[in-house]
């Protein structure tokens, strides 16, 4: 099993920045990737951003790209999600997700381990 808790999230204005953090414990060597989904009140979860252990191939939904930066540290564990620019829009619970797998990471069915989440509200 692996364990995922996220920290970071928040209240903040548009405009703000956020970095959210991820710690991974457990059967960490069978994981290959992680990533960010997030879900607003109403809609489907949704994918923003992955990244494999060794900082690799990271990949962004169109919706954040260029304002969001996914980074891993393979040593702490743990995977980061900087969120520059916020906009009312990405006030969401924010998840990270553990994959055994290098591709396909735009779909939840990828990911084998899920973290509980954190808040993010950006007020306009």
């Known amino acids: 099993q692996v364990q995922l808790v996220e920290s970071g999230g928040g209240l903040v204005q548009t405009g703000d920045s956020l970095r959210l953090s991820c710690k991974a414990s457990g059967r960490t060597g069978s994981t290959y990737s992680m990533g960010w989904f997030r879900q607003a009140p109403g809609k489907e979860r949704e994918f923003v951003a992955a990244v494999n252990w060794s900082g690799g191939g990271p990949n962004y939904a169109d919706s954040v790209l260029g304002r969001f930066t996914i980074s891993s540290d393979n040593v702490k564990k743990t995977v980061y999600l900087q969120m520059d620019n916020l906009k009312h829009e990405d006030t969401a619970a924010y998840y990270c997700?553990?994959?055994?797998?290098?591709?396909?990471?735009?779909?939840?069915?990828?990911?084998?381990?899920w973290g509980q989440g954190t808040q993010v509200t950006v007020s306009s």
């Open positions: 997700a553990a994959s055994p797998r290098n591709i396909g990471l735009g779909l939840e069915s990828s990911y084998r381990y």
